[in-house]
């Protein structure tokens, strides 16, 4: 996998999905929150527990931080991990709470904002740069599962890059915030609906590319 062709994969996946419209959200803090919520699930589960808290007006950091845990808990039940994803929330909300609201946290650079929200219960990178990218609208890339298996799959079969090169390559490659995000969610697009855990290449717009479909093609000639 060269670091080069990391724009081609962008510009097919675009072709072949269409821009993807993420992160929809009203405000900053319900990306964040989502963010949380949509850890180890579907979005689909993240939303609904989303429209609940919404339903009740608990959407809001300053409402989040103070709210009874076992009514959190039920709000949000249908994003499963439902007693983890509550104290995370909660743990956020308070932090966010304290440190001045979303818009005093904005004003933090990159680098350190991302380290403070690591240190923050239940975030880990990926989480992180959802965060700083789709509600910071930092240019960082989000490596996750999806985009490791994408990238190992084109460059096979050569070993995968480190996460750092991978985040390092693509953020080097595709620069801006809006891109870095819309090729995060045509990875996450393309990974559910052609590159699954069983792929299909057929359908594949970059087949031509990937050393995965060349070695499949040839043992199956
Ligand atoms: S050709 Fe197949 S393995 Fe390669 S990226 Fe496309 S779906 Fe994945």
């Excluded at 009874?68 to 039940?77: A, G």
């Excluded at 932090?95 to 979303?102: L, M, P, T």
């Amino acid at each position: 996998m060269r670091r080069r062709t990391i724009p081609a994969v962008f510009d097919a996946l675009l072709a072949q999905h269409g821009p993807q419209g993420w992160w929809p959200a009203e405000d900053r803090f319900e990306i964040m929150a989502g963010a949380v919520l949509v850890q180890r699930t579907a979005w689909r589960n993240a939303a609904q527990a989303i429209q609940r808290l919404k339903a009740r007006g608990a959407l809001a950091a300053e409402q989040l931080a103070a709210v009874d845990s076992t009514f959190l808990e039920t709000m949000i039940k249908p994003a499963g991990f439902f007693r983890v994803k509550a104290a995370r929330l909660k743990a956020l909300a308070r932090f966010v709470v304290a440190s001045g609201g979303v818009d005093a946290l904005s004003r933090q650079a990159t680098p350190s904002l991302r380290t403070t929200l690591l240190s923050q219960q239940g975030i880990g990178p990926e989480t992180a740069d959802a965060i700083l990218g789709y509600a910071f609208e930092r240019p960082v890339f989000v490596v996750d599962a999806y985009a490791r298996r994408l990238f190992e799959r084109l460059g096979s079969p050569d070993p995968l890059p480190s996460d750092f090169d991978l985040k390092a390559d693509c953020e080097a490659e595709i620069s801006t915030a809006t891109n870095l995000n819309e090729l995060h969610a045509l990875i996450v697009a393309h990974s559910q609906r052609c590159c699954a855990a069983v792929p299909d290449c057929a359908r594949c717009s970059l087949r031509l590319r990937c050393g995965y479909a060349a070695a499949a093609a040839r043992c199956s000639a």
